[in-house]
């Protein structure tokens, strides 16, 4: 089968470093003592916990549920006790803490009841939800939920579904014996996938330095009889790259003003396909994944890991050596410093790798830019990187986003060729980061104004209501006095001791009414606090109110003596 | 000598008389200066600046009364920007700069007076007389209005902490800088 | 551990190393100079290196950046190696010691220092001089009779006086003012026809010494130091011109080959137009910048009243680097039509 390759710009060519970690078969790493499972581990909404401290789970128990559309469920990676939900450090750059469910194992890695699904015979929508509620997001790094991409365009025809195995990222190789030892299992889940979008072709780009995986995939695919096309890319980073995968195979440019399904096309890694398989076919949620263990280590090599394993254990599984200085997890182009070991492993973590100073040698120091151009022309998305590095040095933001900086995916390709050693990524990262801040920060400035504004117009209203209620009420009285004297000559020393006894009762009934105006006017005032709201802020009004339950409850025992005590300092006053 | 004057004067009027159409034609409503300095401040309505919010502060710099630091939450940058936008000297701010805050109140100590409600600009406090109140801290500006009115002292303010979710990439920190020997 | 920032692997480059693959290209091109115009041309070279270092070590000084990383870059070595191969090889010692310095100090440092100049320093340094100094800047050697190193260094030193026999034009110059003089009465086919003077194509020797830079120029796109872009467009629009004006009247204009090997052409279409810092950047803004250039440069050389105008056409267009730029954009990844 001769398929027409395309060729993107850019990139760069690294030494590999693939081979010492494909050596050895995907291991099984034991179960560790604890768990930290994080509950948020997809792009997304933050899964809402489903357990509490002291319950039992079970293995493949879900322990986050998806809070909306754009999130993934998240599972217990095997059998024990609930000891802590709360937050813990997580697999950032930043170190900083995230929810997460604390499981200490039992050993006895019990399965909750597990139930396999024929995706054939479902309707799609009850798949997607199959695979939101199993946690299948995006393997390759991104952990985008997969369901999300499974739903093609409405008005644009799926020409090709493409699968990438193309691994294009230096030293890592879980996707390489992934597609080696189960090959099957990720074409019958690209099968699930193509019943589920139905594109005209199905493309699997794998790079060419990675010959046994093509041969694997091919065999899988012949021996499945599926019409798959198995591709082998040429190796340039970032060839796995999602939209220069896209590229190479289709020719087509997904700018990154558009999803892809909106250009007929979709991409998914193969261990997605592979956990989405699992999933579908056996009722396994996502629990666990493969890692590529690499670097400065004595036993480089590929583990499947259960979410939730503290790298610490990870690590001591490959031994790293003497001098090793530091752990990254991803790869050497894309990946980042791990700031804390006891962080877990979670569903993004593809690589983790020992680096000493002489694998990645401190870098030189930064010099000037000198408008050579190199980045230029490594960039794969034709960018300008040493006019946005400008931009975002001189905090120059909107300039650096009319230069499309938004259309940067920090792969690394221009700090990689720099001449003067600047760290290009970073400053785009830095940039990206400030402008979305100073978005939050301008939102939050518009909302306040608005409500400030809304404030001080009910204000005013109130105001005026109350000015002209009170001179509703003069000139009522004005009108009761003017007729009075003449209309009712007043029998004055009628019946005095009644009218004390209706003047107490009209007070009461006064007071009582002017409780009900409040009332009335409390309930109507509210809503008009909670007007214009967002959905996370209603829920987070919500959440107020569900806590203050039980104080109102305490309150609403108490109105009696409150009561009481008002018609004492009534008593005394009279 | 009379031909000049008469060209002068009646240069004079037809002038005149087409700024004077021109003020009426293109008059604009309001002062889009005022607009543009409002956009830069930070809308918390707390009145530090010695203006009874955010709107009066943005129309007394336009007006030249009063002076561009004068917005502690606007920060130093909120300084720059000022100056940049009105051509003023960058000066350095009248208060101390804090880092962003937010209202927290002690619901075990809250009595339910509604102070507070009343005093919050941007109506981030719910709940009702009797009733404890809390902050929707989404909404929560960090203006500290709500602070002094509470006659139990249960609100305090807390900087914002660093969440996953609001985690900046640091300015990248290598520059070049001599190396200097310890003496 | 050390902070580094992904990704954590880099190519083996540095601004140094591209600093000295440049200064390797000129090579060819020095060591014909050196044979065919006597060896001052070397005399040349370390006074400006020696005046570029100095001037950068102080400048770096006063701004209290570390000396080591720039004057290491080499920088301003490949600068100073340019002035002294622009500069007449005779030229009295101070007055490269004016350019280079100038060149460092004005044109690089007052500017921000190594990447923020938006002038090419070695054309300022030559612009300066040359409009200062036009007599000292127009005496070249002549070019059959050579003189001995001793006699040249004398003179480059001001221990001789400054004998018309010792210095004289460049073919380009020569054959303006024969043209000149001859008002029409000449033509460039009988101006040239003296090989001694205008050898096969384009001066005798000098056509040597631009065949060096031609090969040092290609080695360098060879090894990926300069792109193409501006090179080959600067070369296109001198060819351009000149053909279109030898073709419509060759008795009065020499033919493109001759301008081409000639004067700055090859110095400056591998080694100054390509100068990145004040250059265009974008790919069309690059052949925009080379092609007006090799435009520019033809025209102020042959109506102009300067010897050659490499200098000042490549500092015309350096002005014009923003606005360039600026409409060059190219388009990006998944927006092209």
Redesign the interface.
Known sequence: MLQRLFKFKGGVKPATNKAPSVQAPIRIAPIPPRLVVPL?QSIGGQPTPLVEVGDRVLKGQRIGAADKWVSAAVHAPTSGTVIAVEERV?A???G?P?LSVVIETDGQDAWIERHSFDHASLEPERVREILRDSGVVGLGGAVFPSHVKLTPAASVPMDELVINGAECEPFMTCDDLLMRERAEGIVRGVAIFRDLLRPKRVLIGIEDNKPEAVAAMQAAVEALGENFEVVAVPTRYPAGGAKQLIRVLTGKEVPASKRSPEMGVQCFNVATAYSAWRAIAFGEPVISRIVTLTGNVEQPGNWEILLGTPMQEVIALAGPKADTNRFVMGGPMMGFDLPDLSAPVVKATNCIIAGSPALFPP?A???PCIRCGACALACPHELQPFELYWFSRSRNFGKAQEYNLFDCIECGCCSYVCPSHI?LV??F??A???IW?RE??KN??????A??E??NERDEREKAEKAERLAKAAAAKAAEKKPAPAETPPAPAEAPAPQTVDAEAAKKAAIAAAMER?RLQ?EAA?P???DG??I??RK??AE?EK??AP??AQ?QTTPNA?AAQTQNSQKDQQ | MLTAILIMALGAIVLGAALGYASIKFKVEGNPLVEKI?AI?????CGQCGYP??KPYAEAIAEGEADINKCPPGGMEGVRKLADLLGREVKPLDAEEKPKQLAIID?QLCIGCTLCIQAC????I???????H?V????C?GCELCVKPCPVECIRMEPIA???D??????????????RRAA | MD?I?PPYLTQNVSVRRVMLQVLAALIPGIAAYAWLLGPAVLMQIAIATATALLAEAAMLKLQ???LG?FLGDGSAIVTAWLIALAFPPLAPWWLIVVGTAFAIVVAKHLYGGLGQNPFNPAMIAFAVCIVSFPALMSQWPPINAQANFVDQLALVFGQSPRLDALSGATPLDALKTALKLGEGSTSVATVTADAAVFGRIAGHGWEWVAAGYLLGGIWLWGRKVIGWHVSMSFLAGMTLISGALWLWNPAHFANPLFHLFSGGSMLGAFFIVTDPVSGCTTPRGKLIFGFSAGLLAYLIRVFGGYPDGVAFAVLLLNLCVPIIDLYTQPPIFGMKK
């Open positions: 948020h997580a950032h750059p930043s900083l995230t870098p120091p930064e010099m760290p970073q400053y990262r830095f990206k980061s400030e801040s939050r920060d939050m400035a518009d909302a306040a104004k409500r400030f809304f404030r409040a409390r509210q008009k606090n909670t709201l967002t996370a802020q987070e009004i107020i806590r203050r104080l109102q309150q409150d | 409002e401040l930070p809308q918390t309505q919010g955010c619901e600009p941007v109506d981030a719910v709940g009702a007389a009797k009733q404890m809390t929707v801290e989404s909404l500006t660093e969440k996953i609001n985690w900046k990439w640091k300015y990248p920190v290598f520059e070049i800088k001599p190396a | 902070f920032t209290d950046k570390p990383p």
